[in-house]
């Protein structure tokens, strides 16, 4: 959604900030900085595997940026610079890299280790969240993160698996779920594994819990007239993203009060820019079919105090 992304955060002065809180390979950063040559950027990644192809993608524009290694929730709670962004971007979820070359088993299709994590320098893998977890609450992430109807029977194959030694690897894992669920469920458009490696995934990075934690603290630290951006790929992601712009831009529903007419409308923090999330044009989703599940949502934070 490249396109679409340029067209709503548009640098307000010419040596704005661009904060990237979601490098990958660097391509959104990319855009940015040949189309304003003025930009600077600072680019986040937790994941060190990553920031290095950024790195070598952008090292024509070394000089205007800044990388830094952090989880962005925990950049933005503890915002480093005295310069504060006028433009934040968020795009959520898994690359392409991490699927097809990062070594860490978020394809259930390879022979690598069951890992998942985005910085594997910290926290539980997917195997060790396995091994620590019972059956009944491995049953309830999988339900919750993953909206898996078949939660249970996954929880039980995948705890059992784990304690006989029969898993070490991403591909095993899928084998366990595939036999775990009825024999009409695997003839789907989707790998019965899809849904459970998604809630895994999500569960070793806390990622639903970081995206509430980052949005708050991000817009805290934009300026006044800056605008945040946020590219979600599924539901459980779009739909704290679609809460908290609403909030922001008074949203909210507030019960008449005729003693109190002023605090009938909510006050504004900000003003939405996408009333509708803004989708990939059906040019872009032949070219790059993931995208036909990307939503954008951008809000602008008010000039003035209150509003």
Do not use: C
Not at 42 to 54: F, G, P, T, Y
Not at 112 to 120: G, I, S
Not at 192 to 208: G, H, M, S, W, Y
Not at 291 to 300: G, H, N
């Amino acid at each position: 959604m490249a396109e679409e992304v340029l067209q709503f955060l548009v640098p307000p002065r010419a040596d704005s900030l661009l904060i990237d809180s979601t490098t990958g390979e660097g391509g959104h950063t990319s855009l940015f900085l040949q189309r304003y040559p003025q930009l600077s950027v600072v680019a986040l990644d937790a994941d060190s595997r990553i920031q290095e192809k950024a790195k070598e993608r952008l090292a024509p524009f070394a000089q205007r940026i800044r990388f830094v290694r952090a989880w962005f929730d925990d950049f933005y709670t503890a915002y480093p610079y005295e310069k504060s962004p006028d433009l934040i971007l968020f795009d959520l979820g898994i690359s392409v890299f991490h699927y097809e070359r990062s070594g860490g088993g978020f394809s259930f299709s390879k022979e690598e280790p069951l890992d998942m994590r985005l910085n594997a320098d910290e926290g539980d893998s997917v195997i060790e969240l396995i091994s620590k977890s019972g059956e009944k609450e491995l049953a309830d992430l999988i339900f919750r993160y993953g909206e898996e109807r078949y939660s249970r029977s996954i929880a039980a194959a995948l705890s059992a698996a784990v304690r006989a030694g029969k898993i070490t690897e991403a591909r095993e894992a899928a084998d366990v779920i595939y036999h775990a669920v009825p024999p009409a469920y695997r003839q789907g458009h989707l790998h019965p594994a899809t849904k459970t490696f998604q809630a895994l995934r999500i569960a070793v990075n806390d990622e639903l819990g970081r995206i509430e934690r980052a949005l708050e603290a991000a817009f805290s630290v934009l300026n006044p007239g800056g605008v945040l951006g946020v590219i979600s790929f599924h539901s459980l992601e779009d739909r704290i993203v679609k809460q908290f712009m609403k909030a922001k831009s008074g949203g909210g529903r507030r019960s008449y009060n005729k003693y109190r007419p002023e605090q009938t409308r909510p006050q504004t923090e900000g003003i939405l820019l996408t009333e509708k999330p803004v989708t990939a044009s059906p040019e872009e989703i032949r070219e790059n079919p993931p995208s036909r599940s990307a939503k954008l949502r951008v809000i602008r934070k008010n000039d003035d105090e209150v509003r």
